[in-house]
């Protein structure tokens, strides 16, 4: 007869749990054979003020990222926390839906763009707060959180008039100079 286990008590499960840290060092190259040297994170937090409590801003130590980008800030300008706004070593932006607690993308950037533009040129997206986009001296930096076309497909007529219209601003971005375009872009048909 197998040996009696003791029953866990609730949370314990938690507690011998050892964090997972990820390791995301590369030996990529450049055509020059120089070791690769920019590093962009993307996270869609899901309520930035939430994040935040969360431990969200080791991130910028963690990682030491040359641009950061946020989707699903859900956090107007006024209610932004003076510590995103001022995070050390980074120029931030913040582009807010109009409705308070809803969509919203932020950048932090260790280099200052050449110019900022928020939003694709459309007055119904850009209302709520999906674009970010900076220009740099070589190449567009672009963030973004798609809208979603929702359970059963509610917003799929607003999903089907942002797609061509986000592609035509990449596209013209793109007939500069290089596009990174990075964000939520609510493409996955199952729940993960």
């Not at 040996?3 to 390791?23: C, D, F, I, L, Y």
């Not at 926390?81 to 980074?90: A, D, H, I, L």
């Not at 001296?137 to 809208?147: E, I, L, M």
């Not at 076309?149 to 500069?176: C, E, I, N, Y």
């Amino acid at each position: 007869m197998p040996p009696k286990r003791a029953k866990k008590s609730v949370g314990e499960e938690h507690v011998q749990k050892k964090s997972k840290t990820e390791n995301f060092a590369s030996d990529a190259k450049t055509e020059g054979e120089e070791p690769w040297n920019f590093k962009i994170v993307s996270w869609n937090v899901d309520g930035l003020r939430a994040w935040m409590k969360k431990d969200g801003m080791s991130i910028f130590d963690a990682e030491d990222a040359d641009i950061v980008c946020l989707q699903e800030t859900k956090c107007s300008d006024s209610k932004l926390p003076s510590e995103v706004k001022n995070v050390k070593g980074y120029k931030s932006y913040f582009f807010s839906a109009k409705t308070d607690g809803y969509s919203g993308v932020a950048l932090f950037s260790k280099i200052e763009p050449v110019s900022v533009t928020y939003g694709i040129g459309d007055d119904t997206h850009d209302d709520e707060g999906r674009c970010i986009i900076a220009e740099y001296d070589k190449f567009y930096f672009v963030t973004a959180y798609v809208p979603n076309s929702g359970r059963k497909l509610v917003t799929l007529d607003k999903r089907m008039d942002w797609d061509p219209k986000f592609r035509k601003v990449l596209q013209d971005l793109d007939a500069k100079k290089p596009v990174i375009m990075c964000g939520d872009l609510n493409v996955s048909h199952k729940e993960i």
